[in-house]
Every structure is written in C-alpha cells, then in structure tokens.
C-alpha cells in the first residue's frame, strides 16, 4: 500500500513554463516532506523540504506547497530549464523523528528546449 | 561537502556468485542506507544502520544481508546473485540530528546474467 504517490510517472513541459509535479500522501502522521531530484547514473540530491507547519517553502525557481487538508503537496519549478529533466521523487518523514523516509515512485520530467 | 562513494559504478556477474557492494561516508554520519530502485518501483529500502554493527531490515530484505564493522562504512551483501537482482543500487548517509535528510552515494547498476 503505498503511503506517498506520484501519480504521473512522466511530465513533458517547455523551457521557461512552469512545471508542476504533484505529490499525494495518505498518512496523516507525516510532518516532513522532502523533494530529491535524480539524473540518471547518478545518486539523487536533496532539492527542497518543508514541514507540516507550513504551507510554502520557496528556494529560488523551486517552491513547495503543502495542502494538509488535501494530503497533497506540489513542486513548482519556475522557470524550467533544459537542466531540469531529471526524475523528481517526492518523500515524506512519520512524525516523531523517524529517519525512515518514504518515498514516492518518482516523476521524471522533460524540459524541452 | 558530504559525500558518499559507492565501490563500482557497473557490476556484472553470474547467478550464484556472491556479491559486495560497498559505501563509504565521509561526514561522521549515524545512519547508513541501502535502496535499489527499478523502474516504475521507485526507491525501496533493503536495509538500514544508525550505529555502527547495527542493523534493521527494511522493505524488501529478503536475497540480502549487511555488515557495519566502522561507522562510515556500510556493506551490502548478495548471498547467491540470482537474475531479479539485476538493478540500480543506491547507498544513502543522513546525520542524527537531521535524520530523514539523506545524502546519496552515485549507484552501483549490478546485473546479474
């Protein structure tokens, strides 16, 4: 039963639109949620976070909103660029410090130039 | 800067043969981490460490073993290789205090023929 989803495995945007990768959670106890960006043949890098107190979280072109109500978070890249495409996972943290985070399947996304 | 080295970025060998993967840390950190990911399976986690000679199973521990005998370094064990563990195997660090933020090793894309 998968706890974190990423419903659309593959994304296709153009270069300088946004891109917008969604992220649906069905645990209400998850009070941290993480992004992490992977290119192929390469380990993933954490990108952006934010904790359930919040609702946005803004990093440059990347912002995170949090919907709680919803259980859905999105990640917004703005503008995108060619440098972008990557597979993009979503991943949740259990409140209570666990430091087993889980993870979503993944959204790879394509900015076309 | 952390960082996470995986012994082999390519792995070939035959069903049967006894497999190592190995990851070294270089930040002092507490936990240790071993995923495979597959397409459209995302990231599952085989087996973690938060202390040295520690280990706990993950999701999908069965076909694997580890070993933490020093603190930065976490071996993956492949007792008999066989075919469906043919896939792209990813270490991962994160520190006590900021535990669910991992650091990833590049991978170690194994096939096994």
């Known amino acids: 039963d998968q706890q974190v989803k990423q419903n659309s495995p593959s994304l296709s945007v153009q270069e300088g639109r946004i891109s917008i990768l969604n992220c649906d959670y069905t645990?209400?106890?998850?009070?941290?949620f993480l992004w992490y960006k992977k290119y192929p043949a390469e380990g993933p890098t954490f990108l952006i976070s934010?904790?359930?107190?919040?609702d946005k979280n803004e990093d440059g072109r990347f912002t995170v909103f949090l919907n709680k109500s919803a259980k859905h978070l999105s990640l917004h890249i703005v503008p995108s660029q060619p440098g972008d495409s990557a597979v993009y996972f979503c991943?949740?943290?259990?409140?209570?410090?666990?430091?087993?985070?889980?993870f979503g399947r993944g959204t790879s996304l394509i900015v076309h130039p | 800067d952390v960082k996470v080295t995986q012994s082999s970025r390519y792995l070939v060998k035959r069903t049967g043969e006894k497999v190592f993967l190995e990851c070294v840390q270089d930040?002092?950190?507490?936990?240790m981490f071993w995923y495979r990911q597959d397409p459209g399976l995302g990231l599952r986690l085989i087996y973690f460490?938060?202390?040295?000679?520690?280990?706990e199973k993950g999701d999908i521990p069965e076909g694997y073993s580890v070993s933490r005998e020093k603190k930065e370094r976490f071996s993956l064990i492949l007792e008999s290789a066989s075919t469906n563990q043919t896939s792209m195997y990813l270490c991962a660090s994160s520190s006590g205090t900021v535990p669910h933020e991992q650091y990833f090793g590049p991978g170690t894309r194994l096939t096994v023929t």
């Open positions: 645990n209400s106890m998850f009070d941290y």
């Open positions: 991943a949740a943290r259990l409140s209570g410090g666990s430091y087993i985070p889980t």
């Open positions: 934010i904790s359930s107190i919040k």
């Open positions: 460490s938060y202390d040295v000679k520690m280990k």
């Open positions: 930040m002092d950190h507490e936990n």
